[in-house]
């Protein structure tokens, strides 16, 4: 199913960790995959237009693939309102960051941290 322009809900279900563990980590509500639509609309095709294609690390997160990867027991990724983007670069990572913060749809811009590993976790709330 196709999101946006450039972005299809397998991008935001599909993780390495779920299959690892034999999780069927796929969206259980429309208003999921609303959340991940409006997310696409407002921040992460805006921010594809900008840059060319990005890659998305982790999108909707099912509770027991939240659980397996340690996220914290209310995470937006759990509503389909969040995205962690890959990091080509420290500097194209600032870049990336130095535009979603222009973005008001934006709500939690984070740069987040694992090791050597850096990425950008964003979310926008379709629902206020
Ligand atoms: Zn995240």
Request: proline content about 4%.
């Amino acid at each position: 199913m196709q999101l946006s322009t450039n972005f299809r809900l397998s991008e935001f279900t599909r993780s390495d960790t779920a299959k690892r563990l034999g999780i069927e980590n796929e969206c259980s509500s429309v208003e999921q995959v609303l959340n991940l639509a409006y997310l696409c609309h407002m921040v992460l095709q805006p921010l594809r237009d900008r840059f060319g294609p990005i890659r998305i690390t982790s999108g909707y997160r099912c509770p027991e693939l939240n659980r397996a990867v340690g996220g914290v027991k209310n995470s937006q990724h759990l509503r389909g309102e969040a995205a962690d983007i890959h990091l080509p670069s420290v500097e194209k990572g600032k870049e990336y960051l130095a535009f979603l913060k222009t973005l008001p749809a934006v709500d939690e811009l984070i740069w987040e941290r694992n090791g050597n590993v850096c990425w950008i976790h964003v979310s926008a709330r379709r629902v206020k």
